[in-house]
């Protein structure tokens, strides 16, 4: 039999469909938001920036005061509504600029921001670097004084020029540049200098003269415009070599302090640092310097005295680690350039991945290219910008940025900028939660934003929201009748119970069931959650949560372990378990009414729709399921009955009808019934032909064209019509094509035949009349003299008459 499709009833399972699908996703919606089960107002705001708390005190006794913001600004006073919001104000904002010798030049733009923030929510801003034209630049040397390094008069007589040259190459760079120098040979105790007078002599390498006493560090010359004074200090210095013990020299001594002695050094507050190291040897490194006596960490402070030396008296510090240089080199946003020989290149190599901001410049045979190294060095120090977050712990910073291109990339950090170039970097800041440990109300934090290598940064005010306004001591009412006549302090909507009380409104008491035995009953079995996370223990017993905003829809069961909203739907209707006449859901499991069996309670136990015409269930070709036959596909039996096969006879006279109306909206059945008792059905531009279960069906239509359609079964035995989108009609009879020829033969050929009578006729003719007129030529008499004339004169001529014989 065709299944009948009413509409009403089509519209209301759409509906139904629809319904129970949002009814779904509230549910879900209502397990996993992150808004849920949360227990004050504090930590509701910090947990989501879309959580708000509603502090009303008529509130639902089991919704959540925590919820989405979505969910609670329609249904909570403005006035309780516990939703503050992020703000972002710009207080300084000089635009950039070069250095024109009256002002400082301005590179990093904005300046200050003062940022209000919720925490796990993103704050979006933008910061741009402008590389200025005459930057400030403070260029100090640190050279390797050991013999080794100075050993050949080329290379003395190289690094002395290096003295003479620098201040003309700087100018080309920077108007604006400061030059200094300082030198190191190693710590000046044994093993690794020699401390007597004798030493001295015995092992220098000099010819004919003694080497100067060794020294750690000796600031030769504080930073200065004084071009010509760099230049003699460096050619004077150069001449007192020192020798010292070991291959390792104590160099990082030395850039410990050139960094850490911002004044003796001569440091601006706005200028782009560089050290330029220079030297042929490893270094000593944190605990190098135990063999000498040098137990004392490395503080990393200045001890340098007035003389401009290491002061011997803290002789006993030990040398410093990667990470103090590391760390002093990014809190004084200085660079380094090492200049080093080819031998110790890799070492210096390594040491600059785990320092950062630095350089490696491989030196030539007697420091030739020395120049020529510390000017490639410093564009590459000078084109990049990376922005480094300082003092942020907790706050987490995103960089995006187009550089110089066309590609947004996910980076802090922009290479090759010339002069006046400008990079815009787009920048989310996140504050986490946990910056609220063990802090209330308002965090005050100063984040800095810091260009690498300058002494540029943007600075972030940070008030940080960790706490409700209503969670302030003013706010609370102590004591309230809200808590139980008394039992607790109220704010924000929720009580904090009294010693010796506890519970939503301090309605339990520790002498009647303490809150340990309490939670205890109030967990499932081995259950760590009280309530299965489902329900709020109440002095030891469960009382369950609603199904999202429904609260006619709750959890159940003793430990609120159960949904009754979860169980199978029918796959008829989409009710839940078939609809309160099959059956109902009991804890995620449908309860089947008498008559009704399956997951979702919506098999029939009534087999008569599986009885064939000839009274056999399913004509004993299959078997009855759920009210349907299954037929045997080993039989190849198919239909509601199991009653067709392929040479069965066909039913395509049953389903003509329907096809039709459905097809082409021809046939015996108009618009509302063949809407009533007809499925429907499935359009292909061409059937399938050769299967033997699918059945071929052909009429002809009123319009006496053919349609054809086909009949199969799917795995249920619901009938499956497919019809032909056209129809195979007659052609149409062309009068024109059929009369032409016939009026032709009628008429055209006696014609022709007339004609061609005609023509034969006049030939004939003109060669009849041709031969007469020949003949009638012939026939013309000559002339002559009348025949019946007879001339009176008659002449004879004489046979045996000779005429020339006269």
């Given at each position: 039999?065709?299944?009948?499709?009413?509409?009403?009833?089509?519209?209301?399972?759409?509906?139904?469909?629809?319904?129970s699908?949002a009814?779904?996703?509230?549910?879900?919606?209502?397990?996993?938001?992150?808004c849920?089960?949360?227990?004050?107002?504090?930590?509701?705001?910090?947990?989501?920036?879309?959580?708000?708390?509603?502090?009303?005190?008529?509130?639902?006794r089991?919704?959540s005061?925590?919820?989405?913001?979505?969910?609670?600004?329609?249904?909570?006073?403005?006035?309780?509504?516990?939703?503050?919001?992020?703000?972002l104000?710009?207080?300084?904002n000089?635009?950039?600029?070069g250095?024109?010798?009256?002002s400082?030049?301005?590179?990093?733009?904005?300046?200050?921001?003062?940022i209000?923030?919720?925490?796990n929510?993103?704050i979006?801003?933008?910061?741009?670097?402008?590389?200025?034209?005459n930057?400030p630049?403070?260029?100090?040397?640190?050279?390797?004084?050991s013999?080794t390094?100075?050993?050949?008069?080329?290379?003395?007589?190289?690094?002395?020029a290096?003295?003479q040259?620098m201040?003309?190459s700087?100018?080309?760079?920077?108007?604006?540049?400061?030059?200094?120098?300082?030198?190191?040979?190693?710590?000046?105790?044994?093993?690794?200098?020699?401390?007597?007078t004798?030493?001295?002599?015995?092992?220098?390498?000099?010819?004919?003269?003694?080497?100067?006493?060794p020294?750690?560090?000796i600031?030769?010359?504080?930073?200065?415009?004084?071009?010509?004074?760099?230049?003699?200090?460096?050619?004077?210095?150069l001449?007192?070599?020192?020798?010292?013990f070991?291959?390792?020299?104590?160099?990082?001594?030395?850039?410990m302090?050139?960094?850490?002695c911002?004044?003796?050094?001569?440091?601006?507050?706005?200028?782009?640092?560089?050290?330029?190291y220079?030297?042929?040897?490893?270094?000593?490194?944190?605990?190098?310097?135990l063999?000498?006596g040098?137990t004392?960490?490395?503080?990393?402070d200045?001890?340098?005295?007035?003389e401009?030396s290491?002061?011997?008296d803290?002789?006993?510090?030990?040398?410093?680690?990667?990470?103090?240089?590391?760390?002093?080199?990014d809190?004084?946003?200085?660079?380094?350039?090492?200049?080093?020989?080819?031998?110790?290149?890799?070492?210096?190599?390594?040491?600059?991945?785990?320092?950062?901001?630095?350089?490696?410049?491989r030196?030539?045979?007697?420091?030739?290219?020395?120049?020529?190294?510390?000017?490639?060095n410093?564009?590459?120090?000078?084109?990049?910008?990376h922005?480094?977050?300082?003092r942020?712990d907790?706050?987490?910073?995103?960089f995006?940025?187009?550089?110089?291109?066309?590609?947004?990339?996910?980076?802090?950090m922009?290479?090759?900028?010339?002069?006046?170039?400008s990079?815009?970097?787009d920048?989310?800041m996140?504050?986490?939660?946990?910056?609220?440990?063990?802090?209330?109300?308002?965090?005050?934090?100063s984040?800095?934003?810091?260009?690498?290598?300058?002494?540029?940064?943007?600075?972030?005010?940070?008030?940080i929201?960790?706490?409700c306004?209503?969670?302030?001591?003013?706010?609370?009412?102590?004591?309230?009748?809200?808590?139980?006549?008394g039992?607790?302090?109220?704010?924000?909507?929720?009580?904090?119970?009294?010693?010796?009380?506890?519970?939503?409104?301090?309605g339990?008491?520790e002498a009647?069931?303490?809150?340990?035995?309490?939670?205890?009953?109030?967990?499932r079995?081995?259950d760590?959650?009280v309530?299965?996370g489902?329900g709020?223990?109440?002095?030891?017993?469960?009382?369950?949560?609603?199904l999202g905003?429904?609260?006619?829809?709750?959890?159940?069961?003793?430990?609120?372990?159960?949904?009754?909203?979860?169980?199978?739907?029918s796959?008829?209707?989409a009710?839940?378990?078939?609809?309160?006449?099959?059956?109902?859901?009991?804890?995620?499991?449908?309860?089947?009414?008498?008559g009704?069996?399956?997951?979702?309670?919506?098999c029939?136990?009534?087999?008569?729709?599986c009885?064939?015409?000839?009274?056999?269930?399913?004509?004993?070709?299959?078997?009855?399921?759920?009210?349907?036959c299954?037929?045997?596909?080993?039989?190849?039996?198919?239909?509601?009955?199991?009653?067709?096969?392929?040479?069965?006879?066909?039913?395509?006279?049953?389903?003509?009808?329907?096809?039709?109306?459905?097809?082409?909206?021809?046939?015996?059945?108009?618009?509302?019934?063949c809407?009533?008792?007809?499925q429907?059905?499935?359009k292909?531009?061409?059937?399938?032909?050769?299967?033997?279960?699918?059945?071929?069906?052909?009429?002809?239509?009123?319009?006496?064209?053919?349609?054809?359609?086909?009949?199969?079964?799917d795995?249920?035995?619901?009938?499956?019509i497919k019809?032909?989108?056209?129809k195979?009609?007659?052609k149409?009879?062309?009068?024109?094509?059929?009369?032409?020829?016939v009026?032709?033969?009628?008429?055209?050929?006696?014609?022709?035949l007339?004609?061609?009578?005609?023509l034969?006729?006049?030939?004939?003719?003109r060669?009849?009349?041709?031969?007469?007129?020949?003949?009638k030529?012939?026939?013309?008499?000559?002339?002559?003299?009348?025949?019946?004339?007879k001339?009176?004169?008659?002449?004879?001529?004489?046979?045996?008459?000779?005429?020339d014989?006269?």
């Open positions: 039999m065709m299944h009948r499709a009413v509409p009403l009833a089509a519209l209301l399972l759409a509906v139904t469909l629809i319904l699908h009814q779904e996703l509230r549910v879900g919606e209502a397990v996993s938001n992150p849920a089960n949360v227990d004050t107002c504090g930590e509701c705001i910090r947990t989501a920036k879309i959580c708000a708390w509603c502090s009303a005190e008529k509130f639902p089991f919704a005061r925590c919820d989405l913001y979505e969910h609670l600004k329609s249904t909570c006073p403005p006035e309780s509504l516990s939703f503050p919001k992020s703000d104000k710009v207080s300084q000089d635009n950039v600029r250095g024109d010798g009256t400082q030049p301005v590179q990093v733009q904005p300046q200050i921001m003062d209000t923030a919720r925490t929510e993103a979006n801003f933008k910061l741009t670097f402008r590389q200025a034209e930057y630049v403070d260029l100090y040397f640190l050279l390797d004084l013999y390094m100075v050993e050949e008069e080329e290379a003395q007589k190289r690094l002395i290096l003295g040259e201040p003309r700087m100018d080309n760079i920077t108007r604006d540049f400061n030059l200094g120098f300082g030198t190191f040979v190693d710590k000046t105790v044994m093993p690794y200098t020699a401390w007597t004798q030493m001295l002599r015995d092992r220098c390498p000099l010819p004919d003269k003694s080497c100067r006493a020294h750690d560090f600031n030769q010359l504080k930073l200065s415009k004084d071009g010509p004074a760099f230049a003699a200090r460096m050619e004077k210095a001449k007192a070599v020192s020798q010292s070991d291959d390792s020299e104590g160099g990082m001594d030395g850039l302090q050139a960094l850490a911002e004044g003796q050094i001569g440091w601006r507050q706005r200028s782009r640092r560089i050290i330029v220079s030297s042929n040897s490893i270094f000593h490194l944190a605990g190098g310097g063999m000498g040098a004392k960490n490395n503080d990393g200045c001890h340098i005295n007035s401009g290491y002061s011997p803290d002789i006993n510090y030990d040398f410093p680690s990667v990470g103090q240089i590391a760390n002093k080199l809190e004084k946003s200085t660079s380094v350039i090492f200049a080093v020989m080819p031998s110790v290149v890799d070492h210096y190599d390594n040491l600059r991945a785990l320092i950062g901001n630095a350089e490696v410049g030196l030539s045979d007697k420091s030739s290219n020395i120049i020529e190294l510390i000017r490639k410093y564009d590459k120090l000078r084109s990049r910008i922005f480094i977050p300082r942020a907790g706050v987490d910073f995103k995006k940025s187009k550089c110089l291109g066309n590609v947004v990339q996910e980076t802090a922009c290479d090759n900028l010339e002069i006046k170039d990079v815009t970097f920048v989310s996140t504050v986490s939660s946990d910056v609220c440990q063990g802090h209330s109300g308002i965090v005050n934090r984040v800095k934003l810091a260009a690498q290598g300058l002494n540029e940064q943007m600075t972030i005010n940070l008030r929201i960790c706490d306004e209503c969670e302030r001591p003013e706010m609370a009412k102590v004591n309230s009748d809200n808590c139980d006549w039992n607790g302090t109220f704010a924000c909507g929720i009580c904090s119970c009294n010693p010796g009380r506890y519970g939503r409104e301090c339990c008491s009647t069931i303490s809150s340990k035995e309490s939670l205890e009953q109030c967990r079995g081995n760590t959650e309530c299965s489902y709020e223990c109440i002095c030891g017993e469960c009382e369950c949560f609603a905003s429904d609260t006619a829809r709750q959890y159940s069961g003793e430990h609120c372990q159960c949904n009754d909203y979860t169980c199978p739907r796959k008829d209707d009710s839940l378990c078939g609809g309160p006449t099959r059956g109902k859901c009991d804890c995620g499991t449908c309860q089947c009414l008498e009704w069996e399956g997951d979702a309670c919506d029939s136990t009534d087999n008569s729709t009885i064939a015409s000839n009274g056999l269930l399913c004509n004993e070709k299959g078997s009855c399921d759920c009210g349907r299954r037929c045997n596909a080993t039989l190849k039996y198919m239909g509601p009955t199991c009653e067709e096969c392929p040479n069965c006879p066909s039913k395509c006279s049953q389903y003509r009808d329907c096809a039709q109306c459905k097809g082409f909206g021809t046939g015996k059945y108009n618009g509302d019934q809407t009533d008792l007809c429907d059905i499935i292909e531009d061409e059937l399938e032909e050769g299967n033997d279960l699918v059945f071929e069906c052909n009429f002809r239509d009123t319009d006496k064209c053919l349609f054809r359609f086909t009949y199969e079964y795995e249920n035995n619901d009938v499956i019809v032909q989108r056209t195979e009609c007659p149409d009879v062309n009068l024109a094509l059929i009369l032409g020829p009026v032709a033969g009628i008429v055209l050929i006696p014609l022709l007339l004609c061609i009578f005609i034969i006729r006049n030939r004939r003719d060669a009849e009349f041709a031969r007469f007129m020949k003949e030529d012939k026939a013309r008499w000559e002339s002559a003299a009348n025949p019946i004339y001339d009176p004169k008659s002449t004879f001529r004489n046979p045996t008459y000779n005429k014989s006269q």
